[in-house]
């Protein structure tokens, strides 16, 4: 297994385990795999899983800030804010609101 693929799946991992209604970071699951400087590389790991159709939660990843920065990568320009709403978020103007009381922890694993 290439170098990338053992960090996609380290990350994927991860994903899998988000719970319904909950969101978390790029920054936060490249801090529990033991990657912190590596949010950015979560990220194409993400817009890696949705190109290959990975039954994975996508949609509960986002920024640090809450922001819906991977948006674009869903197909459609809505889809990832429809399935956030579909959970229970109310996002306005592509950020979760009250983002600090839905972020799910990945250290909770551990």
Sequence with gaps: ?????DFYEKVYAV???IPEGKVTSYGAIA???????SARTVGYAMNNCLKNNADLPAH????R???????HHFGHVDQ???LLEAEG???????IQGFK???WDPYALY
């Excluded at 801090?31 to 400087?37: E, L, N, S, T």
């Excluded at 800030?65 to 948006?71: F, W």
């Design 60 to 63: 509960r990843v986002v920024n």
């Design 65 to 71: 800030n809450g922001v819906l920065t991977g948006k």
């Design 1 to 5: 297994m290439k170098k990338t693929e």
């Design 101 to 103: 009381k839905v972020f």
């Design 31 to 37: 801090k529990v795999i033991g990657a912190p400087k």
């Design 89 to 95: 978020h109310l996002v306005k103007d592509d950020e």
């Design 80 to 82: 990832m804010q429809k």
């Design 15 to 17: 994903v899998r385990q």
